[in-house]
C-alpha cells in the first residue's frame, strides 16, 4: 500500500503529479505521470499533451489521496523497476 512514507519506493504511474523549479518555486509542469525512465517522466497534461520532465533539477510533488507528497528528482533518479526492487521486506 502507498503512504506519504513509502512513496518513493512504489510504481509511480497514474499518478497526478505537479512539478516545481526547486530554486524559483514555479510550477513547470502538472498532470498525470504516464511513463516513467531512469532520469525522465512522461506527463499527461490536463490539456492532453505529454511532457519528458528531467527528474534531476526538479521537485515533484504527487498527490496520494489527499496528501501532497514532494520528492527530490534526484532522489528518485533510478531505473523504476530498481527502485521499487529497494523496499525491504
Known sequence: MRTPSNLVHHELNGLQVRVVNPSSGSTVASGRVVCETKNTFTILSEKGRRLKI???????????????????????????????????P
Open 54 to 88: 528531467p527528474k534531476h533539477g526538479n521537485r515533484f510533488i504527487f498527490k496520494l489521496d489527499a496528501v501532497e507528497v514532494a520528492v527530490n528528482g534526484g532522489s528518485i533518479a533510478f531505473r523504476p523497476e530498481d527502485r521499487t526492487g529497494r523496499v525491504d
